[in-house]
């Protein structure tokens, strides 16, 4: 696996880790997360602009 491919399955874990959150976390709203959602989102932003960022070079 290259680090193209890691950077990818890191990115998908943490979008199914703020999915699975926001589906079961009874504080999150569309409009406001709790801390540890708020956690989960920008981790998943982080890995996104990251992968996305990378294939515009590629």
């Not at 890191?10 to 199914?16: F, I, L, N, P």
């Not at 989102?41 to 982080?46: G, K, M, V």
Request: with cysteine; hydrophobic share 20%.
């Amino acid at each position: 696996m290259t680090r193209k491919d890691d950077l990818y399955d890191r990115y998908m874990k943490a979008d199914s880790a703020h999915r699975a959150h926001g589906e079961t976390c009874t504080r999150c709203s569309p409009d406001a997360r709790c801390s540890e959602g708020q956690r989960l989102r920008e981790s998943f932003e982080r890995l996104q602009d990251a992968y996305l960022g990378r294939q515009k070079r590629v």
